[in-house]
């Protein structure tokens, strides 16, 4: 869900959404980032374009597609709903 937000409001490639999604999830590892990632590529939440924007060589950049931004609604609606219940807990 927090990869596709980011997505939802720019395209990124890999290494740049992974540094950022890092100061916010230090305990994950890099890969799962990545597998993350493919997985949503996979899932045709993302599509992967190659980019020369930088100075440096090509990079692959991931942008959500229709399905993703459905998918992130989804979560989002689950994710309050869950926030709702455990509130309701004492959470």
């Known amino acids: 869900m927090c990869l596709l937000q980011k997505l939802s409001v720019q395209d990124y490639y890999g290494y740049h959404l992974m540094r950022e999604?890092?100061?916010l999830f230090p305990e994950v590892n890099d890969s799962t980032f990545y597998a993350i990632l493919r997985r949503l590529h996979k899932?045709?939440?993302?599509i992967v374009?190659?980019?020369?924007?930088?100075?440096?060589?090509?990079?692959?950049?991931?942008?959500?597609t229709p399905a993703g931004r459905k998918k992130l609604e989804q979560n989002i609606c689950d994710w309050n709903r869950l926030?709702?219940?455990a509130g309701?807990?004492?959470i």
């Open 21 to 23: 999604m890092k100061v």
């Open 43 to 46: 899932d045709g939440s993302a």
């Open 49 to 64: 374009y190659d980019s020369d924007k930088s100075a440096g060589p090509r990079r692959k950049y991931y942008q959500i």
């Open 83 to 85: 926030k709702q219940v």
């Open 88 to 90: 309701q807990l004492g």
